[in-house]
């Protein structure tokens, strides 16, 4: 070999490959798929636009040109030379001691390991999932997993990082982002700390110069399959400059925000644990002896600690520093809500502490409305109830809000949104602490009265002589449809009812008095929602207190129909139907008379009491008729026909139903469409009951699946409830027990706006031999 030979420098990778390819005959498309390696990555390589890769990719490639033993060390000597000399992060595992006692969140850990890939194998750098196809270049995966503070982020990223090392042999680091400081680290730093960590000398970095590190940092990464945990994110711009843009590492950034300006990121929103994992981490902490001494008392703990693993965590190291305390003692210490977060610390970690990390990032306006939010007495909020709360415009309020929401203080969906009940009580305390005792009470007060109004307006869509809100009304909210009417007051309902009771204590009868007014036939729609007697209870009360008898006598008898009806206690309404009677026979009112007969003759007859349920419903329809009262009617006519099939009279009270349905007919918009609905699905199923006595099923099956599906169109859940129990046994009887199964397993399905009662028996049916 002459000097000049051995002093010639290799050639560079990229020409040297494309020379060895042409000379084999052979295109990129070939190669790529001789070799694994993509025919995106084979180009980037021969232009130069790519750092010469590792050696397995080099094998790869060797072996789909099939080179010989002298050529191949000729491509690797190419490789070699054309890296970036002694960045090597072979081994580098820059991780804090973890946590040993990890528990659930088993669906996100299988997610993360499905986003990582399978583990990487020796020359399989570069290779595409499926064998013959056009490869695909390796693409970095970022995750941001994101949530709540407290939630376990940091604990679920070390947990998976720990998992997933073995399939990212070139590195695993960790960097803490600090996103919480008031100083957090430049991306620049911290692309510093990386381009060390994998060993790039001092003197290649000042030789660079700073305005390269991101250049070399990206090249560093590019060719390598790596693990980095971005820990504690402050915010976008942050993370961004340290998102490698090519190569197969696997980036996890942990943040309390939702980092929503990110592009091209896997989304993982982390919650409370669920109740059953709650109790198993503090059993974990506790031991097991004393989480078998109490379970409730267990799950009364974690329940308090609103399912936070970083709340659990606490209490979980409170009692195991304290030895002598029961965990009932220290679920008795957390029920009193004015010194549950005090409780929730230990040594120098203390769940109001990483509260106010993310509190104090907040704008003043959004601070304030985190603050208020805390005066919202249901479980979630809308963003017209929030803008009560600060005097904002809704549109204002819900900018606010998303700021709360991406701010990780706030849960949100189907536009509503929710503070969890510790960062509730967090709130609660910033209030007393920041809001002035008037400006307070103002706000409550106001958020109210704004529910109550609303809740009159929406509530007399269903009201005969009411209907669509009048054109002068001006509310911030749609309520456009009876349906939207229904949508509001159901979403709204433990906020309104919270601003009904509190207007009962403070003695605003009148007020009280006019909602209960406003909803009475909207309670038909909604009718096992579980709280129309603390509604009409409370009017009943506040009827009194104003010594109106007509008042007294209408809502003495609404509380009647929900003790009846809504909590099925029939002999417990009877007392109230009775003094509604006195009441409206003092006021001289025929139809709250019918009104009170009505409601006593249903009662006796859920109770078997024949004679005296036959006297009332007499004195119900005669005094319903002598006021031209048409739905009083009509319900008095279905309670005679309920009357008539008892004494199996068959074919008379199928007569009183078909009438009932006639007049229905006639009356047209006379009668609500709503409460023509209600009236007629009860008809069509009394019917359907009726020709089932008779033993004429098909007649039966037809009506009763009428009634189901117009209770169904309606949105009615109890009422089909109720009818779907008397298809399904209806169903048995004719031997069609397929279809009775089916009907009641529909029944089974509705959730908790049925009929509780109605419910059970079908889960009863189900579980009947007899029933197939």
């Known amino acids: 070999m002459s000097v000049r030979e051995a002093a010639a420098p290799e050639a560079a990778f990229g020409p040297l490959l494309r020379e060895m390819r042409l000379g084999k005959s052979l295109t990129m498309e070939a190669l790529a798929e001789a070799s694994g390696v993509s025919v995106r990555g084979i180009g980037d390589l021969e232009r130069g636009r790519r750092a010469a890769p590792q050696r397995r990719t080099v094998a790869a490639l060797a072996d789909g040109l099939g080179l010989d033993d002298a050529e191949r060390e000729r491509l690797l000597a190419a490789a070699r030379a054309g890296r970036t000399p002694g960045y090597s992060p072979l081994g580098v595992r820059s991780f804090p001691r973890g946590i040993d006692d990890f528990v659930g969140r088993v669906d996100e850990l299988t997610r993360l390991e499905a986003l990582a890939g399978p583990p990487a194998r020796d020359g399989a750098e570069d290779r595409a999932p499926g064998a013959g196809d056009a490869a695909t270049e390796p693409q970095p995966v970022v995750v941001a997993i994101h949530g709540p503070p407290g939630t376990g982020k940091t604990t679920l990223a070390l947990r998976a990082a720990r998992r997933l090392a073995d399939r990212f042999p070139d590195g695993q680091l960790m960097l803490d982002l600090r996103g919480t400081d008031d100083s957090p ?454 309670a005679w026909s309920w009357q008539l099939r008892g004494a199996g009279r068959h074919e008379e009270a199928i007569e009183v139903n078909r009438q009932i349905l006639t007049r229905l007919d006639e009356a047209g918009d006379g009668v609500e469409p709503h409460i023509a609905a209600f009236t007629r699905v009860t008809a069509l199923a009394e019917v359907g009951v009726c020709y089932s006595r008779l033993g004429r099923w098909d007649e039966a099956v037809e009506h009763l699946r009428a009634s189901v599906e117009l209770s169904r169109k309606e949105g009615n859940v109890g009422l089909e409830s109720r009818y779907l129990l008397s298809l399904g046994d209806v169903l048995r009887q004719a031997g069609r027990t397929a279809e009775a199964r089916d009907a009641y397993a529909r029944c089974v399905a509705l959730g908790p706006d049925a009929d509780a009662r109605r419910i059970a028996a079908a889960r009863a049916r189900l579980a009947d031999p007899d029933t197939g």
């Open 185 to 638: 680290p430049a991306p620049s730093e911290l692309m510093v700390r990386v381009l060390k960590a994998v060993g790039v000398p001092d003197r290649d970095l000042a030789k660079a110069g700073a305005q390269a590190h991101s250049a070399l940092y990206r090249q560093v990464l590019a060719d390598r399959r790596c693990l980095l945990v971005l820990d504690d994110a402050r915010d976008e711009t942050q993370v961004r400059p340290l998102l490698p843009g090519s190569g197969g590492t696997l980036v996890l950034v942990t943040s309390r925000r939702m980092l929503t300006g990110l592009d091209d990121v896997h989304r993982l929103t982390l919650g409370p644990l669920e109740p059953a994992e709650s109790a198993a981490f503090l059993a974990s902490l506790v031991g097991a002896d004393r989480a078998a001494a109490g379970p409730p008392a267990l799950e009364e703990v974690a329940r308090l600690c609103a399912h936070l693993p970083l709340a659990l965590r606490v209490a979980g190291n409170w009692l195991a520093t304290r030895t002598g305390w029961s965990v009932r003692r220290l679920a008795d210490r957390l029920a009193g809500e004015e010194r549950r977060l005090d409780t929730l610390s230990a040594g120098d970690v203390r769940v109001a502490g990483a509260f106010y990390l993310s509190y104090r990032q907040l704008t003043p306006t959004a601070a304030r409305l985190f603050r208020r939010l805390s005066l919202v007495p249901g479980p979630d909020v809308s963003a017209a109830c929030a803008a009560r709360l600060t005097g904002q415009d809704p549109y204002d309020a819900e900018d606010a809000l998303e700021e709360l929401v991406e701010a990780g203080l706030l849960g949100g969906s189907d536009d509503r949104y929710r503070l969890h009940d510790l960062l509730c009580l967090y709130g609660r305390d910033r209030l007393l602490a920041e809001d002035g005792e008037a400006d307070i009470d103002r706000a409550r007060r106001s958020v109210y009265r704004w529910l109550l109004e609303t809740a009159v307006v929406a509530g007399r869509w269903y009201e005969p002589g009411h209907g669509a809100p009048p054109p002068s009304w001006r509310g911030a909210v749609d309520l456009s449809s009876a349906e939207r009417a229904r949508d509001w007051l159901q979403a709204e309902s433990a906020n309104w009812l919270a601003a009904l009771h509190a207007a009962a204590a403070d003695g605003d009868h009148t007020t009280v008095v006019e909602v209960a007014e406003a909803l009475h036939w909207f309670s038909d729609q909604w009718m096992f929602w579980g709280h129309w007697p603390e509604v009409f209870g409370a009017s009943a009360r506040s009827a009194e207190a104003l010594g109106d008898p007509l008042l007294e006598a209408t809502h003495l008898n609404y509380y009647a129909w929900a003790l009846l009806l809504c909590e099925g206690r029939p002999r417990d309404s009877l007392p109230y139907s009775a003094r509604g009677l006195a009441a409206a026979e003092r006021a001289g009112d025929l139809a709250q008379q019918a009104w009170a007969h009505l409601y006593a003759a249903w009662a006796h007859h859920l109770l078997g009491e024949t004679d005296r349920f036959a006297g009332h419903t007499t004195d119900a329809l005669a005094l319903f008729q002598a006021a031209g009262d048409l739905h009083g009617t009509l319900q008095a006519l279905a």
